[in-house]
């Protein structure tokens, strides 16, 4: 789950993360710390989406508009990234924002009210109990993540904003399933489990005791090893675009997904970037095949295709294993 975690926040092109598991295993607390464990990110000032000013291509209208009117360099600022939570009822319009019909028809303004997608953009999106959203609103952040733009149309008025974001999703497979279209939408997938072992459980009530005795101290302890992470994740990103990735292993990706039998070319994508993401994490300039082995069971764990009643699908692990073997 961490992995998963890191993997996007080094490289959001992945696609997100879908993370399923019963209650009370520490979905929502991993995700909500990752935001600790990210660099400060230069901003324009006064922007309300965050814009990064040296990325011109990717400004918002208002920004834009400052820049073509001679702010060169615009102003720029710091923030820290922070997890946006989407609520479980949350209509189409807080999600995506509003438009002021009435001052667009009479004044010919576009007013324009920002929604989840915009206060997100260049921070955390993050769906608890995303199986119990409606499947257009679904659908609605999902292709927002991969267009990396956000664009509301409402009477024949039309606003776009950048929304480019970290979605992470996550549910508990007993209160329902999302649907396979909506599965495959998202980049990764991991499982998670309570832990059985006896000596680990009591460990977690003293850590979490811990915690609630001396929260500065706790911190304290637990600061050098977080800096590190937070290290290797700042140079990961600075990293990741020079990362080389061979073509025998854009083979072995390949293969992976034919032989698993896995609809559309999403899952090759996605793992060609989770690998490269992961040789950047590691500090090496080139993908090697433990990168793509490290990443597979999460790009492709939930892209399997359901089978009839009584017929056995391929195993992922065993196919992972053979076809890693062939290459080898």
Known sequence: MKLALVLNAINPAIGG???RGEKGTAKSTAVRALARLLPEQDVVQGCAFG??????DSLC???RVRFLDGENPLPRGKRRMRVVELPINASEDRVVGTIDLEAALKEGSRRFEPGVLAEANRNILYVDEVNLLDDHIVDVLLDAAAMGVNVVEREGVSVSHPARFI???TM???EGELRPQLLDRFGLCVDVEGIRDLDRRV?????RSSWEDDPAAFFDRHAPAEEEIRVRIAEGISTFPEIELPRSLLRLIAQLSIALEVDGHRSDLVCARAAQAKAAYDSCETVALSHV?????????HRLRAVP???AGPNLGEVISRIVGQSA
């Open 309 to 311: 009643f009584g017929k």
């Open 61 to 63: 209208s208002d920004c």
């Open 167 to 169: 979605l992470v999703g």
């Open 293 to 301: 082995t490290d990443v597979a069971q999460m790009v492709y764990s």
């Open 203 to 207: 460990q977690i009530v003293e850590q």
């Open 51 to 56: 814009c990064h000013p040296e990325d011109v």
């Open 172 to 174: 508990n497979p007993e």
């Open 17 to 19: 993360v879908l993370i």
